[in-house]
């Protein structure tokens, strides 16, 4: 069984400030690791993943997140947000086999102000 | 590119009715999973179909069922509709070892 704990519900961060949102897992086997971000109203859509090679993966508007093993962390890292960035955050892990389930962490509230 | 699509996007029933929701993958993608997300909570893992076969099985009720057709697209039907029903169902597709794309959800509230 894999598990993902997210510990933070909410973060609140001002205007190009740097933030980090934290994200742990639990599982027996080799693993898959995930950021989604769900905007009000709408879908799940990924932001990051690691599947194999470099631990650290970034995506195209700066966020980046670094695959740590013997931590057992993927934790989620911008150094200076927007307010466009407000969101749901959620941390997901899967096995690697074929057609894997995702399990997600409880989602941390990223509240960026002025 | 093409998303996943999912219809409707919003439903309304009422207690003991039944809903049926449909799920259209990526083009090639050849698995398809359902999700459901109460209000404030993280998406749950109810089912998955892999080339048109059960692969995965969560917690899914025994009211609910799902298929995934020669096209590959799936529906999700619910029957015996309470109230604790009321969830955004989200439907994600993939290949291979590729991550898994979200639909935008159906939004189902019991009355």
């Known amino acids: 069984a894999q598990s993902v704990t997210q510990l933070d519900s909410q973060v609140p961060v001002f205007e190009e400030a740097p933030v980090e949102l934290r994200c742990n897992y639990s599982s027996s086997v080799s693993v898959y690791l995930f950021w989604y971000v769900q905007y009000p109203n709408q879908g799940l859509q990924l932001l990051l993943k690691?599947?194999?090679?470099?631990?650290l993966v970034e995506s195209i508007n700066g966020f980046e997140a670094e695959f740590n093993k013997s931590q057992t962390s993927f934790h989620l890292r911008k150094p200076s947000v927007h307010i466009s960035d407000t969101a749901e955050y959620f941390c997901?892990?899967?096995?690697?086999?074929?057609?894997?389930?995702?399990?997600f962490g409880t989602g941390t509230r990223l509240q960026v102000t002025l | 590119a093409a998303g996943v699509i999912q219809s409707p996007r919003h439903l309304i029933k009422e207690k003991r009715e039944t809903a049926t929701l449909k799920c259209y993958p990526i083009p090639r993608h050849d698995t398809v999973y359902w999700y459901q997300q109460g209000p404030g909570q993280d998406p749950q893992f109810l089912i998955s179909f892999y080339e048109k076969m059960q692969s995965d099985k969560g917690s899914i009720p025994d009211r609910f069922s799902a298929q995934q057709f020669s096209d590959y697209h799936s529906e999700l039907n619910m029957s015996s509709l309470e109230l604790g029903d009321s969830a955004l169902y989200f439907c994600?597709?993939?290949?291979?070892?590729?991550?898994?794309?979200f639909g935008d959800g159906t939004r189902l509230s019991i009355l």
């Open positions: 994600a597709s993939s290949r291979e070892n590729q991550p898994q794309h």
């Open positions: 690691y599947l194999s090679g470099s631990t």
């Open positions: 997901a892990v899967s096995g690697t086999g074929t057609a894997s389930k995702l399990t």
